[in-house]
């Protein structure tokens, strides 16, 4: 009875988890394309040998890598922050912590359309503000690689700053107050006590937002898919400044029909993902080992 209890799951994750996964494997080592299926045979790894000279590739995995630094960087930093501060005694502390929430909950396609308003090159908000500044000239978001960059990375922080400071916060309060009394009659300041005591106690929690970010942010998709006038192009703007790799695989698979060499692509980003999560473990780790 209990391996019946429970096999439904592993059902399930062989149907639409375990085949998918091997069957995208095997599609990876041919040359299968949807517009010409005479062209379907063995490539072997031919098609991972072709990402090696892609230049569209690289040019993608350059972008996914800049947004990615641009949108987890401050975000967990932020986030970090905001979470210290709602971890002290505030007024209307239960409203804060339940804003917190909202960017998350909203819709990333409705979110993601109101930025579009926002980063217009003429009547945007954001130029709007920078002008208060001094900066006269408009902004055309969308015409190089740094301000598209920034403009996406800036969707991506708006909805996650807020669910990355909620888990923070949930760590923050297994922290016995003790520790703060003791540190502050040693003259601890609020800065020190937040990153020699907060954040090397928290230090798993960091890890965890760490992996996920690094997984979401070198997956992106939907914000720069939206961000271009023409979103079923999947261009990434007139000269791709800002494709990412997930967005090049769709226009591959789905634009070009060539599934095998999208296949390649999706492996090769799986593996990128493995290496880069393991290095930010690593360094979080470190960081924060040296911080106790």
């Given at each position: ?174 922290i016995p107050r003790d520790i703060y009394e003791a540190s ?109």
């Amino acid at each position: 009875m209990p391996y019946v209890l429970i096999a439904p799951f592993f059902i399930l994750f062989a149907i639409f988890g375990l085949f998918p996964l091997i069957f995208n494997g095997v599609v990876a080592l041919r040359t299968w394309r949807l517009d010409d299926p005479a062209q379907d045979g063995w490539a072997g790894l031919g098609n991972f040998e072709k990402l090696l000279s892609d230049e569209d590739f690289w040019n993608a995995l350059y972008n996914t890598f800049g947004i990615f630094v641009l949108s987890t960087i401050p975000q967990l930093f932020l986030a970090i922050c905001i979470a210290f501060l709602l971890n002290r005694q505030l007024r209307g502390k239960i409203w804060f912590r339940v804003s917190m929430l909202l960017p998350y909950i909203t819709p990333v396609t409705a979110s993601t359309l109101v930025f579009l308003v926002v980063f217009g090159r003429d009547t945007g908000t954001a130029n709007w503000v920078l002008s208060l500044f001094g900066m006269d000239d408009p902004i055309d978001w969308r015409a190089g690689k740094l301000q598209s960059w920034i403009a996406i990375a800036t969707m991506v922080n708006w909805k996650w700053i807020g669910y990355n400071a909620l888990l923070y916060l949930a760590a923050m309060q297994t922290i016995p107050r003790d520790i703060y009394e003791a540190s502050a009659l040693d003259g601890a300041t609020a800065w020190k006590q937040l990153w020699r005591i907060t954040v090397p106690m928290i230090l798993p929690v960091v890890i965890f937002t760490v992996v996920l970010s690094t997984i979401g942010g070198l997956q992106l998709f939907t914000e720069p898919m939206l961000f271009e006038p023409n979103p079923a192009a999947a261009t990434g703007g007139a000269n791709g400044e800002w494709q990412t790799i997930a967005q090049l695989i769709y226009k591959t698979g789905w634009k070009n029909l060539n599934l095998g060499y999208a296949a390649a692509m999706s492996w090769a980003l799986f593996l990128i993902i493995v290496i880069v999560a393991a290095v930010n473990t690593l360094l979080t780790s470190r960081l924060g080992g040296g911080r106790r």
